[in-house]
C-alpha cells in the first residue's frame, strides 16, 4: 500500500504543477467571490467560511481524472487486480495519496484565503481543522466517483456531477463545525458537527473501500 | 498442475470461443496460436481470472480458483499487452514498485544484468521506446517467484536479442518447474511444449 502512495505522489510532483494548479485552482475560486459581491467586510465575513468549503469541493474535482485514469492506461491498474494484493487496499492507498496532493494542501492554503475574508486567527484555525476532518471524507467520496468511471471517455464531467451530491452533507457539517465558533454556537453545536463528519467518514470509507474495488473489477473485465 | 475444464467465453454478449479444455503440468509451456480476435487474450485473462469465464472451470493443483483467488495471484504473473510501467518514473522507481508490490528485491541485481538495462535504470519511462519499455516489462519475470506465467505476445516489439533472451528465461522456467502459457504469432523457436490453435474453438463471426 505504501508503495502505492509513493509512487502516486512522484508522478504528481513530477507532472509539472499539477499538483500547483489545484491550489491555484481553490485560491481563484475563493477570491473571486470579493469582486463580485463588494467589500463589505460583514458580509465578506459571513460568507467567508462557506466560500472557501465550496471552492475545496471543487477543486478536489479537478484531482479525480487522475486517480486512475494513467494506471488504467498504462496496464499498472490491471497487473494490481492481478496482484496478491487486497484490491481494498489499493482503494485505501488512492484515497490517501489524493487527499495527500489534494486535500492536505488546501487544509493549509485555506488560512491564507481566509484572510480575504477578514476572519480572526481562533475562526481560521477552528476552518482548518474542519476541513482537515472533512476533506478525507471528500477524497474517499472523490476516489469512489473516479472507480465508478474509469475507462470512461471523457469522464472528468460524469465524475464531478457523480460526486457533487454526495458531498452535501460533509458540506453541510464541515461549513457547520467551521461557523460554530464565528456565529458563537455552543459547545453541543460543534460536537454535532464534528461527529457528524467523523461519522460520514467512518460510512463513506468502508462503502467507497468495497464500491471502488468493484468497480475496478468491472472495469477491467471490459 | 492447471486444468481448463470446458472454458466458454463470452465478450459483450458474443460467444468468442467454447469449450475449450486443456490441462497443463509442471514444466509445461503451452503457445496459444490463431487469427486476431479469435480470443487468445480473452483466454490468458480468463486464466488470470481477470475475467470470469461464461461457462467451465478453471482448477490450480487441483482446486477450483474461485474458492481462494488470493493464493492463486500469489502463484501467477500475467503481463498483457500494457507493460505496467508509470512513464513518469525511472526505470529503477518502477522495478522497485513491482518488488515491493510482489517482487523479490534479492533478484534485482540479476534480472538488470540479464536483460542488460543498466544504462537505463535513471531514464524515465517515456523516453524509451516501445521496444525498450516491453524489455522493462519483462524483467519482471525475474522477479518474480509465480509458478504460472501468462504471456500475452511477449515477444511483440523486440528485437531479435532480446526476444531470445526471452525465450530461454520462458525455456529455464519450464525446467525449473514452472509452467509458462503464452500467445504467439511467431513461429515457437523453443520447439518445445504444445501449441493450440484457439481459432478452432472461436465463434466469433
Redesign the interface.
Known amino acids: 500500500m ?3 502512495i ?2 502516486d505522489i ?2 504528481i510532483i ?2 509539472k504543477g499539477v499538483m500547483l494548479s489545484y491550489v491555484i485552482f481553490f485560491i481563484i475560486i475563493a477570491s473571486l467571490f470579493p469582486f463580485s459581491i463588494g467589500n463589505d467586510a460583514e458580509i465578506l465575513k459571513s460568507i467567508g467560511v462557506g466560500v472557501v468549503w465550496v471552492a475545496a469541493l471543487l477543486s478536489s474535482t479537478l484531482t479525480l481524472n487522475r486517480t486512475f485514469e ?2 488504467y ?4 491498474l ?9 484490491p481494498s487496499l489499493i482503494i485505501l492507498a488512492k484515497i490517501i495519496s489524493n487527499w495527500l496532493v489534494s486535500g492536505l494542501p488546501i487544509v493549509f492554503v485555506s488560512a491564507l484565503v481566509s484572510l480575504i475574508y477578514d476572519l480572526p486567527l481562533n475562526q481560521i484555525l477552528i476552518l482548518m481543522l474542519a476541513l482537515l476532518l472533512g476533506t478525507p471524507v471528500i477524497s474517499t467520496i472523490g476516489v469512489m466517483g473516479a472507480a465508478f468511471t474509469v475507462g470512461l471517455k471523457r469522464a472528468g464531467v460524469v465524475t464531478s456531477l457523480l460526486v457533487m451530491p454526495l458531498y452535501i452533507p460533509v458540506l453541510i457539517f464541515g461549513s457547520g463545525l467551521s461557523q460554530s465558533v464565528i456565529f458563537g454556537y455552543d459547545s453541543e453545536q460543534f460536537m454535532v458537527n464534528m461527529v457528524g463528519i467523523i461519522f460520514i467518514f467512518l460510512i463513506t470509507l468502508p462503502l467507497s473501500v468495497w464500491s471502488s474495488a468493484l468497480s475496478l473489477k468491472i472495469a ?2 471490459e | 498442475m492447471l486444468t481448463i475444464d470446458n472454458i466458454t467465453c463470452e465478450r459483450g454478449g458474443v460467444s468468442i470461443f467454447q469449450n475449450f479444455s486443456f490441462t497443463l503440468g509442471e514444466r509445461g509451456l503451452l503457445v496459444l496460436r490463431g487469427r486476431n480476435g479469435c480470443g487468445k487474450t480473452s483466454l490468458l485473462k480468463i486464466i488470470s481470472g481477470m475475467i470470469p469465464p461464461a461457462d467451465g472451470c478453471i482448477y490450480f493443483d487441483g482446486e477450483n480458483i474461485k474458492k481462494d483467488m488470493d493464493s492463486y495471484r500469489k502463484e501467477i504473473l500475467y503481463l498483457g499487452h500494457k507493460n505496467g510501467l508509470n512513464s513518469k518514473l525511472t526505470v529503477q522507481e518502477n522495478l522497485d514498485f513491482w518488488c515491493e508490490i510482489s517482487g523479490h528485491a534479492e533478484m534485482m541485481n540479476a534480472a538488470i544484468i540479464y536483460f542488460d538495462i543498466e544504462n537505463v535504470l535513471e531514464m524515465p519511462v517515456y523516453m524509451l521506446s516501445q521496444g525498450w519499455q516491453r524489455r522493462i516489462a519483462l524483467t519482471r519475470l525475474m522477479l518474480s517467484s509465480a509458478s504460472l506465467w501468462l504471456l500475452d505476445e511477449p515477444l511483440a516489439n523486440l528485437d531479435a536479442d532480446v526476444a531470445e533472451m526471452v525465450l530461454k528465461l520462458i525455456a529455464t522456467k519450464c525446467d525449473n518447474g514452472g509452467m509458462v502459457i503464452m500467445s504467439s504469432h511467431k513461429e515457437n523457436e523453443l520447439e518445445i511444449g504444445m501449441e493450440i490453435d484457439v481459432s478452432v474453438f472461436c465463434k466469433r463471426i
Do not use: F
Open positions: 505504501l508503495a502505492i509513493k509512487n512522484k508522478t513530477r507532472s494513467e494506471d492506461d498504462n496496464g499498472t490491471e497487473q494490481l487486480i492481478l496482484a496478491p494484493i487486497m477491467l473485465e
